[in-house]
């Protein structure tokens, strides 16, 4: 996998002057290969999910629906997205936006599901 | 002027004439301004996901709720045409994904193939969910005045024997929430799609007339993020509303 990396001063034209002490962050260049992996990985588990929604599970469809949509998720925001090469910033931001969300999700169903406990 | 400087410091005034001239003021280097701008993008995505993530909460609770007319709604759905619209949409995310890629290594024509690659994808998902759209209106399946739930207290035997089941009156008039919820969901998503299509017709113009090579990227870059956010929601629109219900 061929990884080209080019600083931003570079990218931007050279006459960049280094700061020394701040965090200097790479721009990465993620590769067509890395692309295409990433796509073939998107295709095949859409292929999972629909093999497996024509499977008898009872509530385990819903399960597995889910756990192959959080995957290709995932993959999207780590590959597509380019999360994975990114500042901790970023992927700092990314993770407290999902924790936040689940969060929300979370306690808004547990409220739900609770508010007639022992009644069913 | 003088903010910049006082950011700056001793022995880095060089910089502040030397900067590439994308370059706002306020910012220290390229690099900063960088890390700026995708931490507000980032940002912004995450209010969106907040946005959908309360319909998709809504949609959990009801299809508990009224699960067999969550069911029965869901069992109208054609499944090759959502899998085929899914393809597209992973198809158009990997396109832009080419495009970002073009636009970093400074290859004009094929930033400009990705773009008008990404556009027609875009289009032709947008065109599949018109079709499913219209045979909604055909069958009276839009919530509304129109709307007709007796058909689900009836289904035809082709519906029996694909496994739906007759439902009571009270049940069958809660598929009305279904196909609310469905609307609701994938036209958002559509909406999504339509102004990230208007967005990428404004960047093809550009990139087509030699725009994005002097390594200001920002927008190709920020643009791609926002059209992956949007296959990420479907790709979780999709299982949701065409697959889990796919036996009961």
Redesign the interface.
């Known amino acids: 996998m061929t990884e080209l990396k080019t600083t931003g001063h570079a990218a931007a034209g050279g006459h960049g002057v280094q700061h020394d002490g701040e965090q200097h962050t790479e721009h990465h260049i993620v590769s067509p290969v890395v692309y295409l992996a990433c796509f073939v990985a998107l295709l095949i588990c859409t292929g999972l999910t629909v093999g497996a929604s024509y499977i008898e599970m009872y509530s385990w469809n819903a399960v597995v629906a889910i756990a192959i949509g959080v995957f290709k998720a995932t993959l999207v925001v780590l590959f597509f997205m380019h999360v994975k090469y990114s500042s901790k910033l970023t992927k700092l931001t990314v993770g407290a936006g999902v924790f936040t969300f689940l969060i929300l999700v979370g306690m808004s169903l547990s409220d739900y599901i609770s508010r007639a406990w022992g009644q069913w | 002027m003088s903010d910049s400087q006082a950011v700056l410091g001793t022995g880095?005034h060089?910089?502040h004439v030397?900067?590439?001239p994308y370059?706002r003021h306020h910012f220290?280097?390229?690099?900063q301004q960088?890390?700026t701008v995708?931490?507000g993008m980032?940002?912004f995505?995450?209010t969106e996901?907040?946005f959908f993530?309360g319909l998709?909460?809504a949609y959990?609770?009801y299809r508990?709720w009224y699960y067999p007319a969550f069911v029965a709604g869901s069992h109208q759905l054609d499944?090759f045409l959502g899998?085929l619209n899914?393809?597209v949409l992973?198809?158009s995310?990997?396109t832009?994904?080419?495009g970002v890629?073009c636009a970093?290594?400074r290859r004009s024509r094929g930033l400009v193939l990705s773009l008008v690659a990404t556009l027609i994808l875009g289009l032709a998902f947008l065109g599949i969910k018109t079709d499913e759209y219209h045979e909604k209106y055909v069958k009276h399946h839009i919530p509304g005045h129109t709307f007709d739930w007796k058909g689900f207290t009836n289904p035809t035997p082709e519906e029996i024997a694909k496994g739906d089941k007759a439902l009571a009156p009270d049940m069958a008039q809660k598929t009305e929430v279904y196909f609310s919820l469905y609307f609701a969901m994938t036209g958002m998503h559509a909406l999504h799609m339509i102004i990230g299509i208007v967005l990428l017709c404004g960047m093809l113009f550009k990139a087509s007339r030699g725009g994005y090579m002097?390594?200001?990227i920002a927008f190709v870059e920020n643009f791609?993020?926002y059209w992956?956010?949007v296959?990420?929601v479907w790709?979780?629109l999709?299982?949701?509303l065409?697959?889990?219900?796919?036996?009961q």
């Open positions: 880095e060089a910089a030397e900067h590439p370059q220290v280097s390229m690099d960088n890390e995708q931490f980032w940002l995505l995450l996901i907040m993530g998709f909460t959990m609770i508990n499944i899998t899914t393809l992973i198809s995310s990997f832009m994904a080419m890629w970093e290594t002097d390594g200001h791609g993020l992956h956010f296959d990420i790709i979780f999709f299982p949701l065409y697959l889990i219900s796919r036996h």
